[in-house]
């Protein structure tokens, strides 16, 4: 990153930000309880591992199980804001772990950013004696200065790890190890503050999309829901599902279908059904790594290549006139 450029730190809240009552605990706690201030507090080289002026605000504050709409488009706008001026090299987002990959995927489709937006986060509260804050902190403002980050798109660093948005996914409730990169891998490593890239970590084509103040006002944006093909499906019980999610103004559906995208017999005549409604349908897979294959001249436009939390958000900005981004 250029000399003189300030790196932005935006404080979302989640575990990163959580206090446990019970002294050195980590489980049962509360997220979302310190400010970005006292979070750059725990982390004193932080200035000199930046390399530039560091500056913080505090967007939200909130446990991002509860991730809204509204704090989406709040988090989009800024960050658009802040990238189109001269002075800002980088963005850096704390924020929770369990919607984490969501927001990230949210990002890079709205903004695909040609400065480096990296979020972090943590498994354990900020009072825990094992916490992992401050040192995802002090990556991810690593990874943000570091002069080959940009036109990489959005990134989420932790545990030394570099992901990119498309890839990443919480694939563990505790540990701190919680995220990967699917079949991906990770596109870099921090180690004691140096940014090692890996060989095939190209960077992204400059991607032409509508700015991020075109987002309509949340309660606008249309609504995409999931369901789940499994053992014992019931035509019945998935027609009721279908029926009232049309009544209650779901636009979409996406489908997280059995192994290479089936979806059970029962739940075909539900889909069906709310096509001829007007939903849109997206179909992926429920294993955690890989995609649907289609077999050889097979071109469904129903199918989705991410996973099916990521092809809602894909779906869902689709509907309000974005680029298709999930195949």
Avoid at 3 to 29: F, Q, W
Avoid at 130 to 156: E, K, Q
Avoid at 243 to 249: E, F, K
Avoid at 266 to 280: E, K, M
């Amino acid at each position: 990153m250029e000399c003189g450029k300030n790196i932005v730190i935006l404080g979302t809240g989640g575990t990163i930000a959580g206090v446990a009552e019970d002294a050195g605990a980590s489980v049962g706690y509360k997220p979302a309880q310190l400010g970005i201030a006292q979070l750059l507090q725990a982390v004193p080289d932080l200035q000199r591992l930046a390399g530039a002026a560091l500056q913080a605000e505090q967007l939200a504050q909130l446990d991002s199980k509860d991730m809204d709409h509204a704090t989406w488009r709040l988090l989009a706008q800024r960050c658009a804001e802040l990238l189109a001026r001269e002075n800002v090299g980088a963005i850096v987002i704390t924020h929770g772990t369990d919607t984490l990959e969501e927001t990230a995927w949210f990002l890079q489709c709205v903004l695909a950013p040609a400065k480096p937006v990296v979020l972090t986060c943590a498994m354990r509260p900020a009072s825990a004696v094992s916490a992992d804050g401050p040192g995802n902190l002090r990556d991810a403002v690593a990874c943000a200065a570091h002069d080959r980050a940009a036109g990489r798109g959005v990134l989420a660093v932790m545990q030394g790890q570099v992901f990119a948005a498309r890839q990443v996914s919480k694939t563990h409730p505790y540990r701190v190890d919680a995220f990967d990169g699917g079949e991906a891998g990770p596109l870099g490593w921090i180690e004691e503050g140096r940014v090692r890239w890996a060989a095939a970590a190209a960077q992204q084509a400059a991607q032409s999309l509508p700015p991020a103040t075109a987002l309509p006002e949340a309660e606008h944006w249309p609504q995409v829901e999931l369901l789940s093909s499994h053992a014992g499906c019931s035509t019945a019980v998935a027609l009721a599902q279908v029926q009232a999610l049309c009544a209650a103004g779901v636009r979409g559906l996406v489908v997280a279908g059995t192994g290479n995208g089936t979806t059970h017999k029962a739940l075909d005549v539900a889909l069906d059904h709310a096509q001829a409604q007007g939903l849109a349908v997206r179909r992926t897979t429920r294993c955690a790594r890989g995609r649907v294959v289609q077999a050889q001249g097979a071109d469904d436009s129903r199918v989705s290549a991410l996973p099916a939390v990521k092809a809602r958000i894909s779906l869902m900005l689709e509907l309000m006139g974005w680029p298709r981004t999930d195949r």
